[in-house]
Structures are given as structure tokens and as C-alpha cells.
T-cell receptor, first 116, second 112 residues
Framework: ETGVTQTPRHLVMGMTNKKSLKCEQHLGHNAMYWYKQSAKKPLELMFVYSLEERVENNSVPSRFSPECPNSSHLFLHLHTLQPEDSALYLC???????????????FGPGTRLTVT | RKEVEQDPGPFNVPEGATVAFNCTYSNSASQSFFWYRQDCRKEPKLLMSVYSSGNEDGRFTAQLNRASQYISLLIRDSKLSDSATYLCVVNLDSGGYQKVTFGTGTKLQVIP
């Protein structure tokens, strides 16, 4: 399935590095999401973009910086991360509908990040 | 109280058994509900939406009780391939996008 793609699939970085995660959706959706999934914890919603505008930022540390240049692409820029930031980072997209019922989300395969 | 609560399990059941998972949510304004399935080290994938009238998809039946803020998933005739973590998801439509809350998931292991 190639509806939502993420690169890289695996990333190992030191605490002083700067890296970026990329997400691309080919579904024509208008909302995109970043989630963090740590071991034995529920998915944590980090950021939401609707129509390329950030609409939610769930108290995420500033060392995570999202960017949404258009409705098909979403980036997560990483800098000076901590070891506890090691997790699976998942991107998702959906087709939101104003005033109507919510549509389901489609997830990318995730980037498994290890901070050393 | 957690926004979405699930029994983490694991549920270990023999092939062919019927198993039920429950989920409760705290926000009564929540508007849509889903069950996702997540295999080990993979991304979550939509299993089914949950409607007030209840809905069925093959061996899977989902129920919603808005008054009790309770969602259930029933799996009949369990297969080995059903082994996965089942995530309860509650959405609140918020002006064109969904405020999405995931449960911690219930792990199912179907045993031969």
C-alpha cells in the first residue's frame, strides 16, 4: 500500500544532530497528523495540520518542529533530541469534513527513531 | 479518568473462540468511533467504524452505546491471523479535522 509514505523508515541520531522526517500522502486528503508511539504507551498526537495550517500542537517540546508546505507533504524537523524521544513516529492523513462526521485516518509505516 | 480506556490484556484465546473487547470514553461530545488493528512493529490500520446501530463485517461486530459512553468489538471464530493489538479510537470533529484520541490497545493472542 502506498497511500501514505514515510522516510526514512529507520533513523539513528545523536543528541546534537539535526534531521528531518518526511511524510507524503497520495490520497487527496486535507488533514495530516504526526503521532509518537513509545513502548507500552498509547499513540500520542503531536501535531495536526488542516488545509496546511497547524491547528493543534499538543504541548510538544520545541525540539520537534513541524512543517507542512502543501496538503500532500508533512515534515518533522528534529534537533537536540533526548534519548527518551526514541520512539516510532507515525504520520497519518484524513479527509476532514466541516460540520459532518469525521473520516478515518490512514497511517504511514512510521519512522523508528533511536536517539543515542 | 483517561479519555479512552481499554483493558490492555493480553487476551489469550484458542482458535475458534469468541472474544470481546471493551472501551470507554470520557468526552460525551465525541462524534465518531473506530477500531484499528496494529500488528507488532507496524502502523495501525482501520478495522472498522462503529455506528450507533451496531455494525458487522464478517466475523467482526462493533457496538456503540452513547448513553454509557462504551464501545465494544466482538470477534467470532478467532483465527491465528487475528493476533494483534486492537485500538479503540474516538474522534471529535473540530472544524475540518479530527481531534483523535487512541486507547492504549488490547492485545489479542490466538493460540493454535
Amino acid at each position: 500500500e502506498t497511500g501514505v509514505t514515510q522516510t526514512p523508515r529507520h533513523l539513528v541520531m545523536g543528541m546534537t544532530n539535526k534531521k528531518s522526517l518526511k511524510c507524503e500522502q497520495h490520497l487527496g486528503h486535507n488533514a495530516m497528523y504526526w503521532y509518537k508511539q513509545s513502548a507500552k504507551k498509547p499513540l500520542e498526537l503531536m501535531f495536526v495540520y488542516s488545509l496546511e495550517e497547524r491547528v493543534e500542537n499538543n504541548s510538544v517540546p520545541s525540539r520537534f518542529s513541524p512543517e507542512c508546505p502543501n496538503s500532500s507533504h508533512l515534515f518533522l524537523h528534529l534537533h537536540t533530541l533526548q534519548p527518551e524521544d526514541s520512539a516510532l513516529y507515525l504520520c497519518a492523513s484524513s479527509q476532514g469534513k466541516r460540520g459532518g462526521s469525521s473520516y478515518e485516518q490512514y497511517f504511514g509505516p512510521g519512522t523508528r527513531l533511536t536517539v543515542t | 479518568r483517561k479519555e479512552v480506556e481499554q483493558d490492555p490484556g493480553p487476551f489469550n484465546v484458542p482458535e475458534g473462540a469468541t472474544v470481546a473487547f471493551n472501551c470507554t470514553y470520557s468526552n460525551s461530545a465525541s462524534q465518531s468511533f473506530f477500531w484499528y488493528r496494529q500488528d507488532c512493529r507496524k502502523e495501525p490500520k482501520l478495522l472498522m467504524s462503529v455506528y450507533s446501530s451496531g455494525n458487522e463485517d464478517g466475523r467482526f461486530t462493533a457496538q456503540l452505546n452513547r448513553a454509557s459512553q462504551y464501545i465494544s468489538l466482538l470477534i467470532r471464530d478467532s483465527k491465528l491471523s487475528d493476533s494483534a493489538t486492537y485500538l479503540c479510537v474516538v474522534n471529535l470533529d473540530s472544524g475540518g479535522y479530527q481531534k483523535v484520541t487512541f486507547g492504549t490497545g488490547t492485545k489479542l493472542q490466538v493460540i493454535p
